[in-house]
């Protein structure tokens, strides 16, 4: 099946810093997305991205399939940013409609 | 705005034990999921569903588990008889279309098997 990698694992940063978040997968995609998940274990929804920039806020997201990866941008760090980034893919082809492969995640965490 | 709501938000249970885990899809939504994910590690995919049949399952879902829409708005998922590995938040979502759409998530629930 697809591989999803995400880098980097963990990233400490101090507020106001800015980062970027990486996901590669092995394979076309249908649908891409990038989660949040909050210290609930909520799934925030960030953005749907199978191709080109979108941006909300602070944040911004890039897919180029073709070169199948995805960056997250992160602008002006809050300590509220703080949880886990997700990324998660729909293999191309086949009859897996609607299925995501997660990968294993970024750990972000903001200091005052 | 429209979400997906699941019930309960935590649930204890003993090993050996049945449990109902239920989800409220999207109202004008018509593929339904089931997720896992145990605890510090990624999010795992279940078993998709659709006009009411299971489109896709995983490894993972075995005899064990068992998904039902019981009416028009409800979308469950059974686990006969709790094993201490299936301790993991649960998560439900739901998408307008099965292809190149974008997925919602419930707020998950946790369940501990003991």
């Known amino acids: 099946g697809i591989q999803v990698e995400q880098s980097p694992p963990d990233l400490i940063l101090q507020e106001g810093a800015n980062s970027t978040l990486r996901c590669n997968f092995s394979d076309s995609v249908n649908n891409l997305q990038w989660f949040h998940q909050n210290p609930w274990g909520q799934l925030i929804n960030l953005f749907y991205?199978?191709?080109g920039t979108k941006q909300n806020g602070r944040l911004s997201a890039t897919t180029v399939a073709t070169e199948r990866y995805s960056l997250l941008y992160i602008s002006s760090s809050q300590t509220t940013d703080s949880g886990v980034y997700f990324c998660a893919v729909e293999a191309a082809g086949g009859t897996s409609y609607g299925k995501l492969t997660f990968g294993q995640g970024t750990i972000l965490t903001v200091h005052p | 705005e429209p979400e997906v709501t699941q019930t309960p938000s935590h649930q204890v249970t003993q090993m050996g034990q049945e449990v109902i885990l239920r989800c409220v899809p999207i109202?004008?939504?018509?593929?339904f999921y089931w997720y896992r994910q145990i605890l510090g590690q990624k999010v795992e995919f279940l078993v998709s569903f659709y006009n009411n049949e299971i489109s896709e399952k995983s490894e993972i879902f075995d005899d064990q588990f068992s998904v039902e829409r019981p009416d028009g708005s409800n979308f469950t998922l059974k686990i006969r008889s709790t094993k201490l590995e299936d301790s993991a938040m649960y998560f439900c979502?739901?998408?307008?279309?099965?292809?190149?759409?974008?997925?919602?998530f419930g707020q998950g629930t946790r369940l501990t098997v003991v």
């Open positions: 109202s004008n939504h018509l593929y």
């Open positions: 979502a739901s998408s307008r279309t099965g292809l190149n759409t974008e997925a919602f």
């Open positions: 991205i199978p191709s």
